[in-house]
């Protein structure tokens, strides 16, 4: 048995040399209001009993397989071709770690250079970094770089920005002496007239999601004529999948982009892991966080590619990096890479016109329920909110039993929207699963 790390001679003689008879002597000095883990451990199992206890545990879970999906609210469940999988499964994949070597690394830099290329056609941006964790730190990260470029210490945050990334944002920034200001919403979406108060000199940036957290479409043309009036930069936080028919953020003014990755052909994984998008105008080229591959020449003139730019800790001193990411989302990166290389230009176009209609379609199912309205009447992409005259927590439990996972209760992100619904629509819905959610929603509101 040497691959057992401690035995139960090596336990006991540890504790003969400390002069304490047993573990829970040991953990005496430990008040009982603290939890602690059951010391005693079942016997092991075999390989088959193993399988099968996990198999037996795993069907608890209710997940996108066992229930039809409305949940969205940050992370949403979209077709996935097995293309995808199939290639990021690969084996130079899988094991490749940082392309130090450019030389041995030319499958994984080619791909993350295409990662670059397709996400700068999709936001209209110049460049684009090789991913970071997830959207809430690409969102600080842009912010950073805005308080750095302006050397001001202010940034205007629309209230439509997920209340998630706002949280990390304030992380990020708790001890640098940045004010952090929301700006005011009327009907789902900022308050542009009053949003001319709100934006001034000391603004570094102006901070908006579109679709909003909410679901709903933000004045974004007059937000970027205020933030540029003022000196500051414009931050676009994106739904990717809202580009197939939204103008991309390039077209109305926007210095940074940035958005959460995972409806690029990434499972729901339980919060992970998932893909930080950031792109942005040519002149931040050098402030940007992470890393950036580049196309080049060898001796011979075959075409290559390379790390360009790393301007980062582990490659420059740690006064002069940008940022402490330390690596990227290079797996989740190959896959956003893959879904839009198999969908096309027109492929990725049908996917978000199916979201934009099935939204809608559900969106009057759902409104012509008595009891039942609309908490906005902006216009709204793939989600939108209601309000219900039942506890939304209450009417998720009874929808799951009929075999639905529900929209987002709002009261989660404020108290104030205690009857708030959030209901998320994706390509992947059935026109005939809407029909089903919509009559088991009636029924579970009775």
């Known amino acids: 048995m040497e691959f057992v790390p401690i035995t139960t001679e090596d336990k006991q003689a540890m504790l003969r040399k400390i002069g304490v008879g047993s573990m829970e002597k040991l953990l005496e000095c430990v008040p009982k209001s603290v939890p602690r883990a059951d010391l005693k451990m079942p016997a092991g199992l075999s390989e088959p009993e193993l399988i099968r206890l996990a198999e037996e545990l795993a069907a608890r879970n209710v997940t996108t397989k066992s229930h039809v999906s409305f949940l969205g609210a940050g992370s949403y469940e979209h077709f996935i071709s097995s293309v995808v999988r199939y290639i990021f499964s690969r084996g130079e994949f899988l094991t490749a770690y940082t392309p130090y070597q450019p030389e041995a690394s030319q499958g994984t830099l080619q791909a993350m250079y295409e990662f670059q290329s397709l996400l700068c056609d999709l936001t209209g941006m110049d460049a684009a970094n090789a991913s970071l964790y997830e959207g809430g730190s690409a969102l600080a990260e842009a912010c950073i770089l805005a308080l750095r470029e302006t050397e001001r210490t202010k940034l205007v945050v629309a209230r439509g920005v997920h209340p998630e990334h706002r949280q990390t944002l304030k992380t990020y920034l708790q001890q640098i002496g940045t004010e952090i200001v929301e700006l005011e919403a009327r009907d789902g979406v900022s308050d542009s007239k009053k949003a001319a108060a709100q934006i001034d000199s000391k603004t570094a940036a102006v901070v908006v999601q579109i679709p909003n957290a909410f679901g709903c479409i933000e004045p974004v043309r007059e937000l970027e004529k205020l933030a540029h009036q003022n000196g500051a930069l414009f931050i676009v936080a994106v ?10 953020p390039g077209s109305y003014g ?3 982009v940035v958005g959460e990755g995972q409806s690029l052909g990434t499972d729901l994984l339980y919060g992970g892991p998932y893909l930080g998008l950031f792109a942005c105008r040519e002149k931040f080229i050098r402030k940007i966080p992470g890393r950036i591959v580049g196309m080049t020449r060898d ?8 790390l360009t730019l790393q301007t980062r800790e582990q490659h420059i001193r740690r006064a002069k990096a940008t940022s402490n990411i330390c690596t990227n989302e290079a797996m989740m990166a190959l896959a956003a890479a893959v879904y839009l290389g198999s969908l096309g230009k027109e492929g990725f176009r049908d996917v978000a016109v199916q979201n934009l209609r099935k939204a809608h379609h559900c969106f009057d199912r759902v409104t012509k329920i008595p ?3 609309p908490l906005f009447q902006a216009p709204f992409f793939n989600e939108f909110a209601v309000s219900l005259p039942v506890d939304p927590e209450e009417v998720n439990r009874r929808l799951m039993k009929a075999g639905f996972l529900g929209g987002f209760p709002l009261k989660r992100w404020d108290p104030q ?12 819905r059935s026109k005939e699963q809407i029909d089903r959610f919509a009559a088991a929603l009636q029924e579970a509101i009775k």
Do not use: K
């Open 299 to 306: 001796a011979h003139g075959r075409r290559g590619f390379v």
């Open 417 to 428: 929207l205690a009857d708030g619904y959030l209901i998320a629509v994706t390509e992947a």
């Open 239 to 248: 739904n990717p999948i809202s580009l197939g028919v939204l103008q991309s």
């Open 371 to 373: 009891g039942i309205r």
């Open 254 to 256: 926007a210095d940074i």
